[in-house]
């Protein structure tokens, strides 16, 4: 069965360092997300992305985070210069067609800021 | 309070007994989705429930909505220890741009299943 894969499984950095975090979305879904789960905490979007766009972006969203799709296959999230706060589960997702269907999740990237 | 909670925030209960969740919601929906994790995994779709579904079923899973209280109940029957996960309802609003919107997920509930 396709699933949505996420590499890597746990990043540790430094605080003020630069991360991207990547996704492989299923291969003929058209739009992809990002969500956040901060330990304990509820799972929260981050952005949308469709067309090689954002569709929508949340207030967590501001300029310290990026997303793109470089090749036609990887989507990734950048965080430019990350802070303690930004520790948490990364979670991508994608679906098939629009009309707030069946978001595929990957199995999360834990990030943890030093 | 937010969109899309959860109550119980915890529920225990023994292999067998049935497991019901509720989960309140705010704004117009177009869908309410539930969706399970597995302590530190990613989230695994359940079930879908559109407005203008009353109930929908899947294998030992029924779900119900009511737009009118705002509010859908997650039932897991026949419980088993393999059930144990975190449980969370997740809305679509009604005014999205259509799949672009992301999911706004309520905190959860942490089911626990004792053998």
């Known amino acids: 069965e396709p699933e949505v894969t996420q590499t890597p499984s746990h990043q540790v950095t430094q605080m003020g360092q630069e991360v991207i975090l990547r996704c492989v979305p299923i291969?003929?879904?058209?739009?992809f997300y990002w969500y956040r789960q901060i330990l304990g905490q509820k799972v929260e979007f981050l952005v949308s992305f469709y067309n090689n766009e954002i569709s929508e972006k949340s207030e967590i969203f501001d300029d310290q985070f990026s997303v793109e799709r470089p090749d036609g296959s990887n989507f990734t999230l950048k965080i430019r210069s990350t802070k303690l706060e930004d520790s948490a589960m990364y979670f991508c997702?994608?679906?098939?067609?629009?009309?707030?269907?069946?978001?595929?999740f990957g199995a999360g990237t834990r990030l943890s800021v030093l | 309070s937010q969109q899309g909670e959860e109550d119980p925030q915890a529920l225990s209960i023994q292999e067998g007994e049935n497991a019901t969740m509720n989960c309140s919601y705010k704004?117009?929906?177009?869908?309410l989705q539930w969706y399970r994790q597995n302590s530190g995994r990613g989230l695994v779709h359940l079930i879908l429930i559109r407005s203008n579904e009353r109930e929908k079923h899947s294998g030992r899973l029924r779900v119900t909505l009511d737009t009118s209280k705002k509010s859908s109940s997650l039932l897991i029957t026949a419980s088993r220890a393999a059930d144990t996960a975190s449980y969370f309802c997740a809305t679509v609003s009604m005014y999205s741009g259509g799949g672009a919107d992301g999911l706004t997920f309520g905190k959860g509930t942490h089911l626990i299943i004792q053998p």
């Open positions: 997702a994608s679906i098939i067609e629009q009309g707030g269907g069946i978001q595929y």
């Open positions: 704004t117009s929906i177009n869908n």
């Open positions: 291969s003929n879904h058209l739009y």
